[in-house]
């Protein structure tokens, strides 16, 4: 069956060093990796999204690679901030440029940067 | 403000009653979705919509329905046959918008349900 997982349930990090969070999946063949922040008590709010035939995408202190051999994706904050804490969510969607497909999501991962 | 809108943002529910959660959009996409997530875990789905009458089960279909009567509403209705209901509810839509620039998810605020 399809499986996402994201390997670390919480990352506790200094402020202003790299945070690394990591994707993995299995029977799956996404046309799009997407990351989502979410904030407790929170709808998810889209960050980054990378497509199958792009190995890496950036966004001002954030960068997502995307290896669809190793069917994994990682993604870094740079310059950590406090205000980087939050869960971050992996979502693959098969049919990326379709209006509907089914997106599924990892557990998430809560990072937390300390001062 | 473009955006989704989920309503009530609480509800508590008897054991044995249906609830409606209601989502309702105006982005103008055409897809819309509901997850639901329980605490510390991330997000399960339950039904998506592709157009105006038409809908598919997602992984945890059983004991909910949704209907899609109109573009901009994707009401989901939690019935007495869902076995463990309390859980955060998440109506979403896909499509294009100015900030993604890209086919994505948008997502309302949450509807958090509480069987007592």
């Known amino acids: 069956s399809q499986k996402i997982e994201q390997n670390s349930e919480a990352l506790n990090i200094q402020e202003g060093k790299t945070a690394t969070l990591t994707c993995n999946y299995t029977n799956y063949s996404p046309a799009y990796l997407q990351w989502y922040r979410q904030d407790p008590g929170r709808g998810p709010v889209f960050l980054l999204l990378?497509?199958?035939?792009?190995k890496e995408k950036r966004k001002e202190r954030l960068k997502v690679t995307f290896d669809t051999t190793l069917k994994q994706s990682l993604f870094h904050i740079t310059a950590s901030q406090p205000a980087d804490s939050a869960t971050y969510l992996c979502?693959?969607?098969?049919?990326?440029?379709?209006?509907?497909?089914?997106?599924?999501f990892g557990s998430g991962t809560r990072l937390s940067i300390r001062p | 403000d473009g955006g989704i809108t989920q309503s009530p943002k609480y509800l508590f529910r008897k054991e044995g009653q249906n609830v409606t959660l209601s989502c309702e959009q105006n982005?103008?996409?055409?897809?819309m979705y509901w997850y639901r997530q329980d605490p510390g875990q991330g997000l399960r789905l339950i039904y998506y919509s592709q157009i105006v009458n038409d809908f598919q089960k997602g992984d945890i279909a059983e004991g909910y329905s949704v209907s899609r009567e109109k573009k901009e509403s994707f009401p989901l209705t939690v019935t007495s046959a869902q076995k463990n209901p309390t859980a955060f509810y998440l109506c979403?839509?896909?499509?294009?918008?100015?900030?993604?620039?890209?086919?994505?998810?948008?997502f309302g605020a949450g509807s958090r349900l509480t069987v007592l």
């Open positions: 979403a839509s896909k499509g294009d918008t100015a900030v993604s620039g890209a086919n994505v998810l948008t």
């Open positions: 979502a693959l969607d098969p049919e990326g440029y379709s209006s509907a497909s089914k997106i599924i």
């Open positions: 982005l103008n996409h055409d897809a």
């Open positions: 990378i497509r199958e035939n792009e």
